[in-house]
């Protein structure tokens, strides 16, 4: 069995709208899944997964109206890597996929706002299992209720 090396970290990012909520899907090298990436040195997966969304879609407003749970992908590239998720609502639409600077262009392709059904037959196995949580989630508090909880408490 292989030892987890590295961990990335990512948000799921959801918007309500009239059909119902919407989750952000960014494509890279064919494939969808969430903004995500790597964490720096003094970082926990939290910073990582804010900074990520931002300088990957210029979003910067994330309200984690549900809290700070995540949800850990299971092992992929070999079994040596995992995801951390976490749920946040924007109210922010117009997404930038911003210039890397070390790369000399955008890590994405594509981004794309769309409902569970549309999204989750773009979505391999593993990223199939992060959007089943968040729907959960989504559907598990009534509207009304969600407020943002300090991760401090």
Known sequence: MNQITDISAGVVIVRHEVDGWNFLLLQSFGYWDFPKGGIEAGENTLEAAIREVQEETSITELNFNWGYEYFESKPYKEGSKIARYYIAETPQKRVELLVNPQLGHA???????????????KLSTRVRHVITWARGILEAIPEGRRTTTDPTL
């Open 107 to 121: 890590e994405h392709e594509a981004y794309q706002w769309m409902n569970y059904q549309e999204a989750y037959p």
